[in-house]
């Protein structure tokens, strides 16, 4: 949530952020419910202070035995004034934080200007794109051949975009995740959780999923408003939610695995085929909990534990910086990590990583205590996938297949999975 002195001091800042996003949020809503808060704070502190005075003055004539029976009458009628406008005001200020609710981030100054992810900046490549002296496979095509992925037994049991892993896949699939937490927690140094996987409403709205984007997730039926997480995110950076840190836990950094849920309600038509994009998959999530003066430095380290991933397991990728329209909601900047797919001949989001500067812990109410200035502050929260699994297994396939459609296992994983090379059934 954007800081409400912000838009009462600075709306142009405001709307030239809203601008590069492409946000067609209009300011003129704020505007107005601004001006009517003005004005009935005004009213109503005029009238409580009018009130105040007039208790007194009724305290001193019954001190002297004198008849305040209009004076009584006048402080009721003023009471029930002030209840009234209290309650108008109150009114007010939830319609304020419901827009404010509403609000994206705001991007910063060295996001690129863009009106789609055409418009993305490449910041940097790694590694050689192979080249085969046969024609490469798809991954659903390899699943097949390597008795891994059935899509039709997804299909049966749930429906479309649902998939069922089988084998050395399976094997394979699970490999990567402890393989992924281990690196983050020997190496890279974060605490490993084990979170839940149903949220409340609250959560959602701490993280900025709600209350813009519920068409996206997977509502539960009954008397709780429980929804099933989208990302690991949710549950993992809702840790702080309410919660004041001793600066002498940050920075804070944790690494949860977890499946993850999504209607995919906007995306009819793409990736329609295979695992690339279905409503169940996994991710391991990386989330980092900071200083305000540290999360330019954090956003640059948590994308480079990202991409260690994709070196240890040799595919390669890009980074690009996403451009102000393409960035996420809670978003002021993004690194997206993308692997190259053979059989797409393009390379392909893998992770998201994001610094949300301060935007989340507002809605949060997440902060650290600054001893120096003996104050709390807000905490600046990031987050990254470390990596999304089945895509990284996707790409995996794609990159080491060899001509009769075996698979090629990564030197990092042989000891995990217990063989060099997955043979074709």
């Not at 910041?123 to 699943?143: A, M, N, Q, Y």
């Not at 944790?254 to 038509?269: D, L």
């Not at 910086?321 to 797919?341: H, N, P, Q, V």
Request: charged residues 30%; contains cysteine.
């Amino acid at each position: 949530m954007l800081d409400p002195k912000l838009l009462r001091n600075s709306i142009e800042t405001v709307e030239q952020g809203l601008k590069k996003r492409g946000s067609s949020v209009s300011m003129s809503v704020w505007t107005k419910l601004e001006e009517s808060r003005k004005s009935l704070q005004s009213y109503t502190e005029e009238k409580k202070a009018l009130l105040n005075s007039l208790s007194k003055t009724i305290g001193n004539l019954k001190v002297a035995k004198k008849s305040s029976s209009r004076e009584e009458k006048e402080a009721l009628e003023l009471t029930k004034e002030v209840k009234d406008k209290s309650s108008e005001l109150d009114e007010i200020l939830k319609r304020q934080k419901d827009f404010l609710l509403g609000l994206p981030n705001l991007p910063d100054e060295d996001v690129p200007k863009g009106k789609s992810e055409e418009d993305n900046v490449e910041v940097r490549k790694w590694g050689k794109i192979p080249e085969f002296s046969f024609k490469p496979r798809d991954h659903l095509e390899l699943g097949k051949i390597l008795g891994g992925i059935d899509m039709d037994a997804g299909s049966r049991i749930s429906g479309a975009r649902f998939s069922v892993l089988k084998s050395d896949l399976a094997a394979l699939h699970r490999s990567l995740i402890q393989f992924m937490i281990d690196i983050h927690v020997r190496i890279h140094g974060y605490e490993e959780l084990y979170v839940p996987y149903i949220v409340n409403k609250e959560s959602l709205i701490g993280t900025g999923q709600l209350p813009k984007f519920e068409e996206d997730l997977f509502k539960l039926r009954g008397n709780q408003e429980y929804y099933l997480i989208s990302t690991a995110e949710i549950p993992v950076t809702n840790m702080l939610r309410g919660q004041i840190v001793n600066s002498k836990e940050l920075p804070i950094k944790w690494v949860s695995h977890t499946p993850c849920f999504r209607s995919e309600s906007g995306s009819y038509g793409k990736d329609t085929k295979g695992i690339m994009r279905l409503h169940q998959f996994e991710k391991v999530e990386l989330v980092q909990a900071v200083e305000a003066s540290n999360s330019e430095k954090a956003l640059e380290e948590l994308t480079n534990h990202a991409e260690e991933i994709l070196k240890a397991l040799e595919i390669p990728y890009r980074v690009v910086m996403l451009c102000g329209s393409d960035l996420g909601f809670s978003a002021a900047k993004t690194y997206d990590l993308e692997a190259w797919i053979p059989s797409q001949n393009k390379y392909r989001e893998i992770s998201s990583c994001s610094n949300f500067r301060d935007f989340q812990s507002r809605r949060m109410l997440a902060r650290w205590k600054n001893e120096e200035k003996n104050n709390n502050e807000l905490l600046h929260t990031l987050n990254g996938s470390g990596l999304a699994v089945g895509r990284t297994l996707l790409a995996l396939l794609e990159n080491n297949q060899l001509e009769d459609g075996s698979i090629k296992v990564p030197k990092a994983l042989e000891e995990l999975l217990g063989k060099s090379k997955i043979e074709v059934k």
